[in-house]
């Protein structure tokens, strides 16, 4: 089982920008000793939930040539915890894109609310001994299509964004000239 | 084109935003990692913003030219050679390279990388009003 930390997209513009939810539920595990009587949403998954949609914004536009991964997280301000019940609306964009590395930053609100501000950054380890694929092209796909980024996807250009075939995307090691 | 004002105040923003640090204690002297707390992963992100911010192309290892302190012919025993400080020299002429004459240990480096050699990097790249 993976942790997910954001539940659907609901907009998601190739190499630009995606809105993403986030519903918190009482049957989150976490929740029950975070806090006893007092279920409070964790920063630190607020932070996640950025990491996993900037990660697949920045990843779908390079095409996944690389891993990347987070690398630091330049900025983290919280206005106030979540409470189950409470739907996170994740607004991202990304600031800057290179071969290396990224920068994505948002906001998150509920409803009008603004609860956060995060910037994600990421590094790409392309070139190290830790290149080996976190997920298969199988999964990878599989995660995409139920997080919905095929359902509300575009291009830049703004046609509907269609999912790589298996295969098309390329091995890290490959790139990395070590396999 | 910018004054040299306008270019430090535009870098101590980006530090600002890149180490969480406070605008007071970005100081022209102040170096990157042993004052403003800098790790590897934040040059990255740091010449990133400066591109962004200035609009201007800063290829790998130009600003921190890291490739020479890998360079065995440059670095040996943990000690810059002549030759070394010679290559740094030539790469980072906006940088005090002279202050490592004394006492090259490697570790020294990190006494070069400070605001103000971000702050005359940028003015060979954009240029700077007089």
Known sequence: MRWYWIDRFLEFESGRAAVAVKTVSLSEEHLHDHFPGCPLMPNSLVIEGFAQLGGILVGEHIGFAGNMILAKVPKAEFEFSPQPGDTLTYRAKIEYVKEDGALVAGESHIGDKLHAKVEVFFANVLETDRSRRLFSDAELLAMMKMLGVYRVGRTATGEKLVPPKLGEIPDPARLAGRS | ?130
């Open chain 2, 1 to 130: 084109m910018p004054d040299r004002e306008e270019i430090f105040s535009t870098v101590r923003e980006i530090l600002c935003d890149a180490l969480g640090v406070d605008e007071d204690e970005v100081v022209p002297q102040a170096t990157l990692t042993d004052d403003l707390g800098a790790e590897s992963i934040d040059f990255l992100d740091i010449v990133f913003r400066l591109e962004k911010s200035f609009e201007i192309k800063i290829p790998r290892g130009e600003l921190f030219p890291d490739n020479v302190l890998s360079d065995e012919r440059f670095v040996q025993d943990g000690k810059i050679t002549p030759d070394g400080l010679k290559e740094l020299r030539a790469r980072m002429p906006y940088a005090d390279v002279d202050k490592l004459e004394a006492n090259p240990d490697i570790k020294e480096m990190s006494q070069v990388f400070t605001v103000d050699m971000i702050c005359r990097f940028i003015e060979g790249k954009v240029g700077v009003e007089s």
